[in-house]
T-cell receptor
Framework: GENVEQHPSTLSVQEGDSAVIKCTYS??????FPWYKQELGKGPQLIID?????GEKKDQRIAVTLNKTAKHFSLHITETQPEDSAVYFC?????????FGKGTRLSVIA | GAVVSQHPSRVICKSGTSVKIECRSL??????MFWYRQFPKQSLMLMAT?????????EQGVEKDKFLINHASLTLSTLTVTSAHPEDSSFYIC??????????????FGPGTRLTVT
């Protein structure tokens, strides 16, 4: 089955700097790669996703890139703000239940 | 749109009792819902896939007699933790896929239910 690795497990950045979180997946047939933000005590919220026919997608300060050959995808957050502090999860799917990475705890220091 | 609710948001029960958690899709119909479990500082672990009108599909290692799932309508799935024990204490999260989309890439999550078994 699919296996998703996520790095780093924790990330601290200064407010205004960029943050990058990387994930790799094992099943080359996976075709959907969402990113979720989870705040303490809440459910995950979808922040951006990308499908395998696209290499990059951007939504304001958030972007995701996908390298199908290398089987990795990354989340990029620019101009980070304190409210970006949360746990971020990547996931992969091949029209099956999502397989999640272990999460990255992002701390944005004001 | 695409809002999923869970009730209760948190529950405390005594060891040996049963607890029911509801997951509702508020503004869409969901043929398929999922139940996840999350321990502190860990990732989401899929417990089971709930399909309206049929039996749930459980992931390996999940006791189906302990975690009863009922998907009675297109907007409601319930998870009942039977004979709960302290080790069942966890954060339970559901998600739902709109029937109209039918793809796993349209999965919306509920806010979660914190279960504490004393």
């Amino acid at each position: 089955g699919e296996n998703v690795e996520q790095h780093p497990s924790t990330l601290s950045v200064q407010e205004g700097d960029s943050a990058v979180i990387k994930c790799t997946y094992s099943d080359s047939a996976s075709n959907y790669f969402p990113w979720y933000k989870q705040e303490l005590g809440k459910g995950p919220q979808l922040i951006i996703d990308i499908r395998s026919n696209v290499g990059e997608k951007k939504d304001q300060r958030i972007a995701v890139t996908l390298n199908k050959t290398a089987k990795h995808f990354s989340l990029h957050i620019t101009e980070t703000q304190p409210e970006d502090s949360a746990v971020y999860f990547c996931a992969a799917s091949i029209n099956t239940p999502l397989v999640f990475g272990k999460g990255t705890r992002l701390s944005v220091i004001a | 749109g695409a809002v999923v609710s869970q009730h209760p948001s948190r529950v405390i029960c005594k060891s040996g009792t049963s607890v029911k958690i509801e997951c509702r899709s508020l503004d869409f119909q969901a043929t398929t819902m999922f139940w996840y479990r999350q321990f502190p500082k860990q990732s989401l672990m899929l417990m089971a896939t709930s399909n309206e009108g049929s039996k749930a599909t459980y992931e390996q290692g999940v006791e189906k007699d302990k975690f009863l799932i009922n998907h009675a309508s297109l907007t409601l799935s319930t998870l009942t933790v039977t004979s709960a024990h302290p080790e069942d204490s966890s954060f339970y999260i559901c998600s739902a896929i709109p029937s109209s989309g039918g793809k796993y890439y349209e999965q919306y999550f509920g806010p979660g239910t914190r279960l504490t078994v004393t």
